[in-house]
């Protein structure tokens, strides 16, 4: 007990206060200096500790430390320190006003001991990281961030009605994990938590927008949502059954999209999901093992993300340019570059050596003994190392002559290649010693990632992943296009469906979306315009509401009030 | 002690003396009857906050007018819940007299005496049924109040003679079967005070002279507060009467009315007897929800932004009788929140309103473009703000009523009002954000280029001058401080009004 | 980049090591299961992908920007 | 039968004033008979106070030496036939405002016919 159990989100708070009122450099400074403060106030709050304070007749836990949520905090000031030196030459007050509120809105979650604090949070995030987005400053992006805010609001809604049928039911507001039944509260929580968590079918926000951000606002969009979401699923749902099967559709799923797409921070995007989808099987699987890699593996993947998601901003940056069929050659113009990003690229993969090795053996022998399950996980990290491990340095840095319209390129400046440069550090560091990692997770550790088997296994996968892509690299690249995804449902306006029908999956979504398009403009709208008329009253004649036409006359009115009256009457009588 | 026993009548004195006074003036003083009914009603206004203050921590106040106790004399009653209503109509009514410096004489040049004289006329009618302790005088303010109400809606434009005619017919009726509910319960309990009927009829059992009284006087109320379907009158008056009228009445008239609902529900009757004795509250619930829905639908079917809002209200003032419909703590601290909270965003959106007529010469929201928000910016971040408010969003008042209402459906297992809200909370936003998307983000199909912004930048900006600005400004403004504060004034003002038998 | 000689026979080289580790450590598993595993995965993703979701799912770049 | 009539005929009476003003507000379409409608309506209720607070063999709350004070059976209660007053005074100044908007719309549409006024409005 340190005695100063201050919420970490006051620093962020606090310094998101400071920043209007400072020059340039003193805002970086700040960006660096605050959330240094919180990690080592982070670091030093001892468990149990709790700060709540009264609200009507409830009680708001806005400090409430336990393994888990120390492990994730750690995590979210780490990457928060690091991204502020990687934006050190970024000078855009709106941005970093966005950074500091989104990152102060991720602890705010982690360390809420009650729903509604928690709740608040997450809103407070979701407006900041949709700003962030908007920071991207092209239309892409407006539109992009307009369809990230309403999507997070939609989650938001949902997670608010399950917490008010929660806290009504038990009475209970406190962060909590439920038992594992479907009640209509816990449903709607997991269904609105699943929204930032990015499981497939409510995920599109996720790759509609991360690569649409600013180079700086991605690296703080890859860290913090998903992983909130991550831990409030360990916290609330572990154990539960239906998560495993999530987890294995959200690495698959995305896995797949990751090899087809052709802009880097695109795959990247995806691969947060695939990765998160990792995390949710295990804890799926639930129990000790299974919560501990599921925590470690976010903590790791937190770290490594970031560095990939740096290496790709730091290409954006210097070439303006993420399509990899535009891409090539680059591999002199930024050599560091590549190196801290093949760190992260390794760490992901799950090479040995590096922390990802470690954390992902965790999640693979928690799952162990679930045949399909193992196969399909082994299946998707086949699929990481192709796409993020081979495919994207590859054709990014090494394949071909550097592009003539890319030739005098900018180069990255020093202070990315030093954040570049401390995380990739920590990935190595984690992975040569274990047991750093092991004494920080919630529970007690009794694994070893070092057995053979497990160094067999993490070396004999990449390794025929790699002949393979060698086979066909000239063949893999592709043309320059983009793949639907289910973003097409609500992105698609509906009057366009002429140039659709071309074959059979398109004829599908245009007779779904005619009969959409029929069933709006031509049932629900016209009734709204006239509705006196929908009813099918007299006076109703035109097609649009008019107040002279549709004027009920003096009598009908006093009709209507007798009838009331008589009504009334008789019911009470 | 002593000296406060008058608090009650300090409230209802300075309208009524405005009212006298704003006409004495000789016509060359242009601006004498303005600053004649923003004074007095700002005196109401102060006196009301320092009754609201009062009667939180020490209880009621009772002030017998002419020394003359009841039965035989008249009683005015000043406790947690009228002063909570007192507080709102001369708050509603101190703001929208301000915003009315330029307006009224532009609107009804050469009347301004005599428009402020009536709208004095009108706000005291209000605070006296809010304030009075007696059956009969309730009428007779009820009477005095739509008076001046008929008067204000017929100052509009060629229609508004025969909406406010429309108005009066209604109204009358509802006013009368309040009499004659008045007369059932008289003859059956021998008194006239409100008090001595809340003593005797718990002792009748199921009388059910007093339950026709009771249920006349709901529904003859039910008229004035314009409950589905009784709201025939509302839109045509609030729509064809001058800018200033329709503010003036549309935010405090209506509520006012709900006032008379809760006291003669939860106040005069055995809310018990009244919830399960006869299914009154429910009928009034179900209606309110009706209505709701009704409201917003024809809300979205509207061209004009005064006759949108005019059907907004019938919807808002529907959440406020399901409040009384659930007929529980809840849904009363929900329908008082509410009368509250829909009182300001009503005020502040016809303020809206007002300034938008008076910039553009009309309120046709199909009509309304981007160059709005460069022209008017404050008086369109007040609009955003109040429609937020409208739709319930925190931390926007609207939300938290709204919030109330819903843990009380909650509560009951209400399904259906529970339904109702959320279907509701979605069609506000339709029809709120017809408006924004115009206002906001439409560019006529066009993308947003450069040749928008070089006509964007050609736009000067035209904002209503301070007098008008500052009452809808600060308004909208005070939606956010409301809604920060609604568990200070659910916890100082609102749990103590709760009566106990609910 | 290039692959040369030297590169294939080092990736041989830890093919034949790890797969020996792994028969000693414990030699009722087919040592290079998981090397077979990620050829067929990484032949059968890039086949089910870019054979069936590319067909059906690409669109050019500017397709949400066509109204 | 009769005898039930007969001791309630001031009700019976003041029942039919008060449906006869309400047939002239519902299905009038002249405005003006709805306006007498409305009059008859209003009457019809004051009526009705009168009537209740009547009794037979009392006097006027004035102490009169022929009625024994200690006996309030001998008196009439006062109240609702002052309060009646007050009903007729704002009754006549409603039906005072209703004129003067009749001739407002009169002046401004030419007639008083609802449908017709209805037509009007329409075409404007």
Not at chain 1, 50 to 70: C, N, S, T
Not at chain 1, 91 to 104: I, S, T, V
Not at chain 1, 438 to 443: D, E, F, K, M, R
Not at chain 2, 449 to 458: F, I, L, V
Request: hydrophobic share 55%; charged share 15%.
């Amino acid at each position: 007990m340190t005695g100063f159990d201050v919420p970490p989100v006051a620093f962020f708070l606090l310094g998101a206060a400071l920043l209007p009122w400072l020059p340039a450099v003193g805002r970086a400074g700040v960006c660096v200096l605050f959330p240094l403060l919180a990690l080592v106030h982070v670091s030093l709050l001892t468990e149990g500790a709790e700060l709540a304070v009264p609200f009507l007749q409830y009680e708001l836990v806005l400090l409430k430390v336990d393994g888990m949520a120390r492990m994730f905090g750690i995590a979210f000031t780490l990457v928060a320190v690091v991204a502020g030196i990687y934006a050190w030459h970024m000078r855009e007050l709106k941005q970093q006003l966005a950074a500091m509120l989104y990152a102060g809105g991720a602890l705010g979650v982690v360390f809420a001991g009650d729903f509604f604090t928690l709740l608040v949070f997450w809103e407070l995030m979701a407006v900041a990281s949709a700003l962030l987005v908007w920071a991207g400053g092209t239309d892409r992006a407006g539109a992009a961030g307009l369809r990230y805010l309403l999507v997070h609001l939609l989650g938001g809604s949902l997670l608010l009605a399950g917490i008010v049928m929660e806290v009504y039911t038990s009475g209970d507001l406190s962060v909590r994990a439920f038992a594992e039944e479907f009640s209509p509260g816990s449903l709607l929580i997991l269904l609105g938590v699943l929204v930032n968590a990015g499981m497939p079918g409510l995920h599109a926000w996720l790759p509609d927008s991360y690569p649409k951000s600013t180079v700086t606002g991605s690296i703080f969009l890859n860290a913090f949502t998903t992983k909130t979401a991550v831990y409030v699923l360990a916290v609330c749902f572990p154990g539960w059954e239906v998560l495993f099967v999530c987890g294995l559709i959200m690495a698959l799923y995305a896995v797949s999209y990751a090899v087809l797409a052709n802009d880097i921070r695109l795959i990247l995007a995806y691969h947060i999901i695939s990765q998160v989808g990792y995390m949710v099987a295990a804890i799926g699987i639930g129990g000790e093992l299974g919560l501990n890699s599921a925590a470690a593996h976010a903590y790791n993947n937190i770290l490594y993300k970031t560095l990939m998601f740096m290496g790709a901003g730091a290409v954006l940056f210097a070439v303006s340019e993420t399509r990899l069929t535009h891409l090539g050659g680059l591999f002199r113009k930024m050599p560091w570059v590549v190196v801290l990003y093949l760190v992260g690229a390794a760490a992901i993969s799950g090479l040995p050596l590096f922390n990802g090795f470690v954390s992902k053996s965790m999640v693979m022998d928690a799952v162990y003994g679930r045949d399909l399950g193992y196969s399909l996980l082994a299946l998707a990290s086949v699929g990481t190392f192709l796409s993020v491990g081979i495919k994207l340095p590859y054709y990014t840095w090494f394949y071909r002559e550097t592009p003539r319209e890319l030739d005098a390129v900018g180069k990255p400046p020093v202070n990315m290649i030093v954040a570049m440069g401390i995380l990739a550090l920590i990935c190595v560091a984690y992975g040569l010693w274990p047991a750093w990692q092991y004494a920080q997770l919630p529970y007690g550790v009794d694994f070893t990632a070092y057995r053979t088997d497990l160094v067999v296994k993490a070396i004999h996968i990449p390794l025929g992943t790699f002949v393979v892509f060698w086979f066909f690299r000239h063949k893999i690249l592709g043309e320059a296009k983009i793949v639907l995804d289910t973003d097409w449902f609500y992105r698609k306006p509906a009057s366009n469906i002429g140039g659709l029908i071309l074959d059979g999956v398109n004829r599908f979504f245009g007779a779904c979306e005619s009969g959409l398009d029929r069933l709006i403009v031509q049932r629900i709208v016209p009734p709204f315009r006239n509705p006196i008329k929908a009813l099918g009253f007299k006076s109703g004649q035109g097609d649009h509401y008019d107040p002279d036409m549709d004027r009920t006359s003096l009598g009908s009115a006093v009709g209507l009030t007798l009838l009331v009256m008589v009504v009334a009457l008789v019911l009470s009588l | 002690m002593e000296a406060w026993v008058h608090l009650a009548v300090a409230i209802l004195l300075p309208a009524f003396f405005g009212a006298l006074v704003a006409v004495i003036f000789p016509a060359r003083w242009r601006n004498a009857p303005w600053v004649t009914a923003v004074i007095t009603s700002g005196l109401a206004f102060a006196a009301s906050v320092a009754g609201l203050v009062y009667t939180a921590s020490r209880g009621e106040v009772r002030y017998y007018l002419g020394g003359w106790e009841p039965p035989m004399g008249i009683e005015l009653v000043m406790d947690p819940l009228s002063a909570f209503f007192c507080a709102v109509v001369t708050g509603m009514a101190f703001f929208v007299f301000i915003h009315g410096k330029t307006v009224v004489p532009r609107e009804t040049p050469g009347k301004e005496a005599a428009f402020y004289s009536t709208a004095l006329l009108l706000v005291g009618g209000l605070l006296g049924i809010v304030l009075t302790g007696d059956l009969f005088n309730l009428y007779v303010f009820l009477e005095i109040s739509s008076l001046a109400g008929y008067a204000l809606v017929a100052i509009g434009d060629r229609r508004a003679p025969f909406s406010a005619f429309r108005y009066l017919i209604l109204g009358t009726i509802g006013a009368s079967f309040y009499l004659l509910g008045v007369a059932f319960i008289a003859m059956e309990t021998g008194s006239f005070n409100m008090g001595d009927v809340a003593r005797v009829v718990p002792a009748l059992g199921d009388s059910a002279p007093a339950t026709v009284g009771l249920i006349l006087i709901v529904f003859g109320i039910g008229l004035k507060m314009a409950l589905f379907p009784m709201h025939g009158w509302l839109s045509d008056a609030y729509t064809y009467a001058t800018s200033t009228s329709t503010a003036i009445i549309a935010p405090i008239g209506t509520k006012v009315a709900a006032y008379v609902l809760l006291r003669g529900c939860f106040y005069m009757f055995d809310p018990d007897f009244v919830r399960e004795g006869i299914p009154l509250t429910t009928i009034i619930g179900y209606l309110g929800a009706v209505g709701i829905i009704w409201g917003s639908v024809l809300a979205i079917a509207q061209s004009d932004l005064k006759r949108m809002l005019a059907f907004s209200s019938v919807s808002q003032v529907g959440y406020i009788a399901l409040g009384v419909g659930l007929a529980s703590p809840l849904g009363m601290i929900g329908a008082v929140l509410h009368t509250l909270n829909h009182a300001v965003m009503k005020a502040c959106l016809f303020l809206v309103n007002t300034n938008i007529l008076s910039r553009f010469g009309h309120t046709d929201i199909r009509r309304f473009d981007r160059t709005f928000r460069i022209r008017m910016p404050w008086t369109m971040a007040a609009f955003t703000l109040a429609a937020i408010s409208m739709i319930g969003l925190p931390p926007t008042a609207g939300f938290f009523s709204k919030w109330y209402l819903v843990l009380g459906s909650w509560e009951n297992a209400n399904y259906v009002f529970l339904g109702v809200i959320l279907v509701s909370s979605l069609l506000n936003v339709v029809y709120f954000f017809r408006v924004l998307e115009k206002i906001y983000l439409r560019t006529d199909g066009e993308p947003y280029d450069e040749k928008n912004e070089r006509e964007d930048a050609a736009v000067e900006r035209e904002e209503s001058p301070a007098s008008m600005l500052f009452p809808t400004v600060f308004l909208a403004a005070s939606l956010l401080v409301l809604g920060l504060a609604n568990a200070f004034i659910v916890t100082y003002f609102i749990r103590p009004m709760i009566p106990s038998g609910l | 980049m290039t692959m040369n000689r030297i590169t294939w026979i080092l990736l041989v080289l830890t093919l034949i090591a790890t797969s020996a580790a792994s028969y000693r450590a414990d030699p009722d598993t087919f040592p290079l299961y998981y090397f077979v595993f990620g050829v067929l995965g990484c032949l059968l993703m890039l086949f089910i992908t870019k054979g069936v979701a590319k067909k059906l799912l690409s669109r050019k770049e500017d397709y949400y920007d066509r109204v | 039968m009769i005898e039930f009539l007969h001791s309630y005929y001031a009700y019976w009476a003041i029942i039919l004033l008060l449906v006869i003003g309400l047939y002239g507000m519902l299905v009038k379409t002249n405005l003006m008979k709805k306006v007498i409608g409305m009059i008859i309506f209003q009457n019809a209720i004051i009526l009705l106070f009168v009537a209740a607070a009547f009794k037979w063999d009392a006097t006027v709350p004035v102490l009169d030496p022929a009625y024994p004070s200690e006996d309030p059976v001998n008196y009439l209660n006062p109240l609702p036939h002052t309060l009646m007053l007050t009903a007729i005074v704002v009754g006549v100044a409603i039906v005072g405002v209703a004129f003067a908007l009749l001739i407002a719309i009169y002046r401004n549409y030419g007639t008083l016919e609802e449908p017709v006024l209805m037509e009007r409005m329409r075409s404007e």
